[in-house]
């Protein structure tokens, strides 16, 4: 949180890695984050069709020639383009309304599922049922293929997406009025948020499920998607479950339109820095709209371009959360460094005093953990979690090429790609650093 108060400024972990440890970890921060917030972007809007499917089934199934899902995935990403373009005004009343329709619509649907449609006992939410993936008895427990260490750490894997995201609260500092604050109360509000919605809403909409066989068949199906939505559906009936899923609608897309917002800006702030290709192009302001248009032209381009390769999309959200933890880890491990050597000094707004070298140590094993997560490759895990390479590049199936590196995962590979063209850009090609001159060093290393 202290980096927050220190270095309000977009670009956020990249900015706060390059201040506390040295431009080359910083610079692989911001590479590594900038490609997974483009992937993310591309795997939240290619969820914005999942409930405006359910709302109105009657769309048809191509439209321009597209799959209709991804056709609205790429009309999702024009309309976030838009509003980011139009300015930072405007993103921040369309947000409100996304913050107001969760507060109400997961808060309060989510309460009614869980205070007056449950139809599963608590303990369903503990011990899960027996399906036809797993033996009776050991549905959730030790043995299915992990040990209790295992288990745990599967069972973190909800978290992963949930818990991940928040500096984007903090990326929009130099637009913020009094940033050293209102950033870390906002990260602060939304990680509690977050927590609290997520509760209500996952536990409730488990117990609400009425058909457990039926929403079974259709987990396991091509049509997995709609999970979710039937059971909506089926616990709060067609009207209600519709105003419902279009609640959840608002929540996709304003996400969609605040990941996209941070990732443009951190592309802004590398390129003002002349550490991305044609960095000039990307660190300028339109003086019309007052954003950095191209580099929102390029966020959109560059999160279109998934749907070409392949009608996988889903799993994409894989390879763009685990870059995010592994730039978060990048970063706690700078920070961690600076800290050993005295910072802050600095008095700042919020500061975690005394406790900040464990604070951080956590963060540390935390995101290994969840490093781990992603990079566990085996049995269930492989088809849902982290798949491999062939079974994402659908579109480009026939090419031999795929069949010697077809079989890495998803993961893996896109690590193995981000550093080595990353590797050959940074240290074959890299040029002197641009700071602006209102830019602030950390104590740590100004010593």
Request: aromatic content about 14%; some cysteine.
């Amino acid at each position: 949180m202290p980096t927050y108060s220190l270095f309000p400024i977009a670009g956020s972990i990249y900015q706060w890695s390059k201040r506390l440890s040295g431009f080359t970890l910083g610079w692989f921060t911001g590479w590594v984050y900038f490609f997974a917030g483009v992937l993310t972007v591309t795997s939240v809007a290619f969820t914005v069709p999942i409930p405006l499917l359910a709302i109105f089934p009657n769309i048809p199934a191509t439209i321009l020639g597209l799959n209709n899902a991804v056709f609205i995935a790429l009309v999702t990403i024009i309309l976030c383009t838009l509003i980011n373009v139009a300015g930072v005004r405007l993103v921040s009343i369309i947000n409100n309304i996304g913050v107001a329709a969760e507060i109400i619509g997961m808060f309060g649907f989510a309460l009614i599922l869980l205070l007056f449609n449950n139809h599963q006992p608590v303990s369903f939410l503990f011990t899960g049922p027996h399906t036809s993936l797993q033996s009776p008895g050991n549905e959730w427990t030790p043995g299915f293929g992990v040990t209790y260490g295992g288990a745990f750490i599967a069972a973190l894997f909800m978290s992963l997406f949930v818990i991940y995201g928040f500096d984007t609260a903090g990326t929009l500092g130099e637009e913020t009025r009094n940033p050293q604050k209102n950033a870390p109360r906002g990260v602060l509000w939304s990680i509690g948020l977050s927590f609290i919605a997520g509760l209500l809403f996952l536990g409730g909409t488990l117990l609400s499920i009425k058909n457990y066989p039926k929403i079974e068949g259709i987990a396991q199906g091509t049509n997995f998607l709609s999970t979710l939505p039937q059971i909506i559906q089926d616990a709060l009936g067609p009207f209600w479950g519709n105003v419902y899923l279009f609640v959840v609608l608002i929540a996709v897309f304003v996400c969609t339109l605040a990941i996209q917002s941070a990732t443009i800006r951190l592309m802004f702030s590398m390129g003002r820095d002349g550490r991305l290709p044609f960095g000039r192009i990307w660190g300028t302001v339109n003086p019309t709209f007052h954003t950095p248009l191209w580099a929102g032209i390029a966020v959109a381009v560059l999160s279109a371009l998934p749907f070409l390769v392949s009608t996988a999309i889903g799993v994409i959200v894989t390879a763009a959360t685990g870059l995010i933890y592994v730039s978060y880890f990048m970063n706690n491990a700078a920070s961690l460094s600076a800290r050993l050597r005295g910072w802050p000094r600095e008095i700042t707004p919020f500061r975690l005093g005394r406790w900040g070298i464990l604070i951080n140590v956590l963060a540390l094993i935390y995101g290994g953990l969840m490093i781990i997560n992603f990079l566990w490759f085996g049995g269930l895990r492989s088809v849902y979690t982290n798949p491999a390479l062939n079974l994402v590049l659908t579109s480009w199936s026939s090419i031999p090429v795929l069949n010697v590196i077809g079989k890495i995962p998803i993961f893996e590979f896109s690590l193995i790609i981000l550093f080595g063209v990353g590797a050959i850009y940074w240290f074959g090609f890299k040029r002197r650093d641009v700071i602006s001159s209102g830019e602030k060093r950390a104590e740590a290393l100004a010593d």
